[in-house]
């Protein structure tokens, strides 16, 4: 088994979003919570990774891969909440999903497929 050395991980995604473009900003920061939060779940840290995938804020905020970003964030919510037992929560997330904005047909297509595989959960 190799190791993972997630301090590292972390840190070049800490690098980019300190040193990105002002037009680059929103989503170099989004994506290096994004990366904290995986970090988190690949550790087992399920109520970590909910903590963290609560920090990326959306609201009012427009950049580009934003559907990217928000479709990540949805993914890992809904395997966290299944790993900590908090499936009532699930339902939320997959609503949330419905609420998204697509942009391309290629965003579409990943929207729909997301949509089926949690309709099966």
Not at 3 to 28: G, T
Not at 89 to 102: H, P
Request: aromatic share 10%; net charge positive.
């Amino acid at each position: 088994m190799t190791d993972i050395n997630f301090d590292k991980h972390i840190s070049y995604y800490r690098y980019v979003a300190e040193h990105s473009v002002k037009s680059q900003q929103l989503f170099n920061n989004a994506n290096c919570l994004l990366a904290i939060a995986q970090a988190s779940y690949y550790q087992g840290k399920f109520e970590e990774t909910l903590d963290n995938l609560e920090r990326i804020n959306f609201e009012d905020k427009n950049f580009n891969k934003k559907f990217e970003i928000q479709l990540s964030t949805a993914y890992f919510k809904i395997l966290s909440l299944i790993h900590a037992d908090k499936t009532e929560e699930i339902s939320n997330q997959i609503d949330m999903l419905a609420t998204l904005k697509v942009r391309t047909n290629s965003q579409v297509t990943r929207q729909t497929r997301c949509n089926k595989h949690n309709k099966k959960l």
